[in-house]
């Protein structure tokens, strides 16, 4: 299903270039759970933004579904984003002026569907974690837990193949964590391609593989990608314009 | 649509105090832009509009093109006003089209029973209450007879009076028949012009901020005065000379007059009475007024109003890169969910729409609070300039929602260019 290949990102700011994945290669198979392990800077959340097709790449090829990614235009990046992927984030990043509902509501909006179906799905889902009764509640009054399941609720309302998720269980305690691993791996028996963030060792051995990322490479001995690719450097041009030269 | 608007209405509200400020920052620019329109229409209104191939004759220094044109034309305000000589002479070509001939002079009148005060009078022929569609409530102008006197120097005793003046000084009453002493010479009431009447001061010969109140021929000047210069009269006027103005219907008239003029001006110049070259020109009430505002005052304000507009335009794109740069997490999480680029600068921009709307809407009050010192310019006109009118609403938030969407597009076109990863970064 995602197909990484080399996959560079260097982010620039000014004269001062930072290399947050030095040449990944990854792939995952549909209906897998895959589990990214990696201290903070590894690059785990730039890899899950680039494969959640959030940023771009700077080097190497990406495909999704076979689709190689890099050749699309804005729209059907849109498209794909909308039917194709959920995302689940660490600090739940729910629109803090729509009500759970209108929250949930935001993938189906932008998929052009009528507004009853639009309201049955949105019910049915926020149904199966829990939170028809708060409906029409604000994020605000909410509790953290019951805001990743909102979050959660959001990212599988359209359906998509592919659940990303960046620490979903970060802000919130141990049980509550549990709780929403728990449920993520319900999304993943139902079929549904998971791909997850997380420093927690106990979480990440709910997942069917663990990738292990370091600066910027990826080490996966489950899947023989055991070299960390070039290490990732933080320096500036200058600093290199007098490498090449020497 | 429902859900941007309730999104941009919220978004708006999250930061009050910037949209506050938003929302001023373009009333003022708005206001000043809306008082500038209304000044504008009111004067368009008092165009004569009624009358159409009215041309005010004009001569200029420079020598005739065949077009009728001076070639070199120096658009002095004296140019419009020729002297009673010149004045017959153009006209000697326009006999059979109404024309006229008329300067405005300040009178003292002596009511029977009243104290005498000066009012402004207007010297003219007949034809003038019809070239500009003057309305009179009740009589009529007087006749082509008493015109024709003043080249005879037969005395005269009718006027028109405004109706102001008439109730002023005869009551409810009509005035028609009464009797008045202008200038020492007892005249004749045979029309009242209606108070509805606007001056078309701004047309005759330049800005006077005085109502016409009497309405007099021609020959009443000239008999009043006779023991003195006719021209020396004139030239005590405010006007220093008569403005002529002719109504030629087809463009075949217009040039046979033209060809009149210039054959007057061309024997006047064989016989030594002028040196320079001068050329006749015609203007139409419109084109007059575009080249000569009343006083030059008028003209500054579509300056001055489309500064302002475009300063405060500038400080709210800076408000606005500020006021869209918070909104940049939301609007990266939207284009996560399925949001296109151009989606996403389509919601900043609806947040802008609501911007000039409101702005609009301050920015009308905030006019209607300015005009009294916007109609200070116009002195006389001051409190007839309409307020509020269908049209001017339209406008005015038509123009504050063009000035905030233009404010918009390039904060909007920034923010939206970055990737969603960057965008849900920027917190």
């Known amino acids: 299903m995602l197909r990484l290949r080399d996959v560079q990102k260097v982010y620039r700011r000014g004269l001062i270039e930072t290399t947050a994945l030095a040449g990944v290669t990854v792939h995952v198979e549909r209906g897998e759970f895959v589990a990214v392990m990696g201290p903070s800077g590894s690059g785990k959340t730039t890899l899950l933004n680039i494969a959640g097709l959030l940023d771009t790449i700077d080097g190497g090829e990406y495909l999704l579904d076979g689709t190689n990614v890099r050749e699309l235009g804005d729209d059907r990046l849109a498209e794909l984003r909308n039917r194709h992927l959920g995302y689940v984030f660490q600090s739940f990043n729910l629109m803090p002026d729509l009500d759970v509902f209108d929250n949930v509501d935001v993938p189906l909006r932008y998929r052009g569907i009528a507004m009853r179906a639009r309201r049955d799905r949105v019910e049915a889902m926020l149904a199966r974690v829990g939170l028809t009764a708060r409906m029409h509640h604000l994020p605000s009054q909410l509790s953290g837990g019951q805001q990743q399941r909102v979050a959660i609720a959001r990212a599988l309302v359209g359906e998509p193949t592919l659940i990303l998720a960046d620490e979903p269980t970060g802000n919130l305690d141990s049980l509550t964590a549990r709780q929403i691993v728990d449920l993520l791996a319900d999304i993943n028996r139902d079929g549904t391609t998971v791909v997850l963030v997380t420093h927690d060792q106990e979480l990440a051995a709910r997942a069917g593989r663990r990738l292990h990322m370091l600066d910027g490479g990826l080490i996966d001995p489950s899947a023989g990608h055991d070299a960390i690719a070039a290490r990732p450097s933080k320096r500036s041009l200058r600093d290199r314009g007098e490498d090449k030269r020497s | ?427």
């Not at chain 2, 046979?256 to 203007?283: D, H, I, K």
Request: aromatic share 8%; proline share 5%; charged share 20%.
């Open chain 2, 1 to 427: 649509m429902r859900f941007y608007l309730r999104m941009a209405w919220r978004s708006l509200r999250r930061s009050r105090g910037l949209t506050a400020v938003m929302i001023l920052a373009l009333s003022l620019g708005i206001a000043t832009w809306y008082a500038q329109q209304q000044i504008f229409m009111y004067l368009d209104s008092r165009m004569p509009v009624a009358r159409e191939h009215v041309y005010q004759v004009a001569l200029e220094r420079g020598e005739a093109v065949p077009d009728g044109r001076a070639s070199l034309v120096v658009p002095l305000l004296p140019s419009i006003l020729l002297t009673p000589r010149d004045a017959q002479g153009v006209l000697a070509g326009a006999a059979s089209h109404r024309h006229t001939m008329t300067f405005g002079a300040p009178a003292l009148i002596e009511p029977e029973g009243k104290p005498a005060e000066t009012v402004r009078v207007r010297y003219a022929t007949r034809d003038l209450f019809e070239l500009f569609s003057i309305p009179l409530r009740e009589g009529e102008p007087w006749s082509a007879a008493a015109d024709a006197g003043w080249l005879a120097g037969t005395p005269v005793d009718v006027a028109v009076v405004d109706e102001r003046l008439a109730r002023r000084l005869f009551g409810a009453g009509s005035a028609l028949g009464r009797r008045l002493r202008v200038d020492g010479a007892d005249v004749r009431i045979v029309g009242v012009v209606a108070a509805s009447h606007r001056e078309h001061y701004h047309l005759y010969e330049r800005f006077v901020p005085t109502l016409d109140a009497v309405y007099l021929p021609l020959a009443h000047a000239r008999a009043a005065h006779a023991e003195a210069d006719f021209q020396h009269v004139v030239a005590s006027g405010e006007a220093g000379s008569v403005g002529v103005w002719v109504q030629l219907p087809t463009e075949s008239a217009r040039l046979a007059f033209t060809a009149s003029a210039a054959e007057y001006l061309t024997r006047e110049r064989a016989a030594g009475r002028t040196a320079a070259p001068r050329a006749v020109t015609l203007r139409t009430a419109r084109q007059w007024q575009a080249a000569f505002a009343p006083g030059g005052t008028i003209n500054l304000w579509p300056l001055l109003s489309a500064m302002c507009l475009v300063t405060c335009v500038l400080n709210l794109v800076r408000m606005l890169m500020a006021k869209f740069a918070g909104r940049s997490h939301d609007l990266g999480l939207l284009r996560a969910f399925g949001a296109r680029r151009r989606g996403v600068m389509g919601q900043l921009l609806l947040e802008a729409v609501l911007i000039g709307l409101c702005a609009g809407a301050c920015g009308m009050l905030l006019g209607v609070a300015l005009m009294p010192l916007a109609t200070q310019t116009l002195q006389d006109a001051a409190g007839s300039v309409p307020l509020i009118s269908a049209r001017a609403v339209l406008a005015t938030v038509g123009a504050s929602v063009g000035a905030a969407l233009l404010a918009a597009l390039y904060p909007a076109w920034r923010l939206s260019r970055g990737t969603p990863a960057a965008q849900l970064r920027r917190d």
